[in-house]
């Protein structure tokens, strides 16, 4: 039998079948790395969002202990206004305070799903009647964050007034002094319906309470990280007690606060 040869037509829709299946083959590819890169890339954002804030899992137990101290504080600074605005001088009132919100944690403590806050007060004001002259600030503030793979410390520089006297010719002086150190530098005002705080490059002659926020939610921004300087941050080698008075006498400042947000032992 004579040999046959395949027609054109034969060979051409061979070639176009040849080309389809290379074409499904790339695309095919295509899509599996694809799927690949975009889930290597999700563990990775999973992974970065765990060794910066934790397992998801404890964001929200975290926000609820900061939610929590933040009220704790504003209900505090309001009965501490109270009992002593325009009672005592702005040096007492500042270590009333402090010791107020400290007694209140450390007599109803704050912790949830392996996490707490602690705070410590300290008043030096007998031992260095001249700090507040030298930096401007009359209170220190330390946030600290111990549930991180690296911990965080950060400081914050406070002048304290009474609401009427924002005024203050010293004022402006005084705030030149603190942000001259740190950028973290606040203005608290003593009101007669509780504390409040300002950036201190943002207060003027005009500044009163209206125009500035309660002191909980800058302790607690301080403890999210979203505030505070870490050059001044307190040496966490040291215990909370010992490494808040060392960073007030660097800094030269009468009273301190410190805020712990850390995780409890097992």
């Known amino acids: 039998m004579p040999c046959r040869f395949a027609s054109s037509g034969t060979v051409a829709t061979s070639r176009s079948a040849s080309r389809a299946i290379l074409a499904l083959n790339a695309a095919s590819n295509f899509l599996r790395d694809l799927v690949i890169s975009v889930l290597h890339r999700l563990r990775q954002s999973r992974t970065l969002h765990t060794l910066t804030f934790g397992p998801i899992s404890g964001v929200h137990f975290k926000e ?7 009220e704790r504080i504003d209900r ?4 501490v206004v109270e009992d002593f605005y325009d009672v005592v001088q702005e040096p007492a009132f500042t270590s009333h305070l402090a010791q107020a919100i400290r007694s209140e944690v450390q007599n109803h403590p704050i912790n949830a799903s392996g996490l707490k806050i602690e705070v410590t007060a300290a008043d030096m004001h007998d031992r260095a009647s001249t700090m507040e002259k030298d930096t401007g600030a009359d209170l220190y503030v330390s946030v600290v964050r111990r549930d991180r793979p690296v911990p965080v410390s950060k400081g914050m520089l406070v002048q304290a007034k009474w609401e009427h006297t924002l005024r203050d010719p010293k004022l402006p002086g005084q705030i030149e002094q603190m942000t001259d150190r740190t950028d973290a530098s606040y203005v608290f005002a003593y009101g007669e319906s509780g504390v409040y705080c300002a950036k201190a490059s943002t207060i003027h002659p005009g500044t009163r309470t209206l125009d500035m926020r309660p002191i909980g939610g800058l302790i607690t921004d301080g403890l999210r ?3 505070g300087d870490p050059h001044i941050g307190r040496d966490l080698s040291l215990s909370r007690a010992q490494g808040l008075r060392r960073k ?3 800094l030269q400042v009468p009273v301190g606060l410190a ?3 850390t995780r409890t032992r097992k």
């Open 259 to 261: 805020a712990t947000l």
């Open 64 to 70: 609820h202990l900061l939610k929590e101290l933040e």
């Open 225 to 227: 990280c979203t505030a």
């Open 248 to 250: 007030m006498r660097e």
């Open 76 to 79: 505090v600074a309001r009965e």
